[in-house]
């Protein structure tokens, strides 16, 4: 009964990692796409996008063994007046091997996209 017991509250906690996991990576790829569609240049809205998303997930307490970032910045080159979003996508590889639960993942991905709209009426390059 007790290894039952056991085994219920590995399981318990995995599901809570991964659920973190999920609202941590989601919040990271809002973050960051948001963040991208401020700038005025692709480079700049990469190199913005990825240090956001990496602080964003440092303070959510998300520790990735690999932690990937990728910002979609194709439509900053439409002209001025037009509709243009900026898309960022964030996956995490969540360590599951520290929970010693037999048959389990040692990890598991999580991946999250959002889009944020770029401002129609600011100059970009």
Known sequence: MAV??????????AAGRFVAAESATD????????AASMQRDPAAAEAQARAV???TLHEQGLACSD????????????P???PAVVRAT?????????LAIPGAPGSRAVQAEF????????ERS
């Open 53 to 55: 998303a990496d602080r």
């Open 4 to 13: 039952l017991l056991g085994v219920i509250i590995m399981f318990a906690i």
């Open 115 to 122: 889009a944020s709209p770029i401002d129609q009426l600011r």
């Open 90 to 98: 964030v996956r995490c590889e969540v360590r599951w091997s520290d």
């Open 27 to 34: 919040q990271a790829a809002f973050a960051a796409a948001r």
């Open 80 to 82: 001025l007046g037009t």
């Open 67 to 78: 932690l990937t970032a990728t910002v979609d910045t194709s439509q900053f080159s439409r």
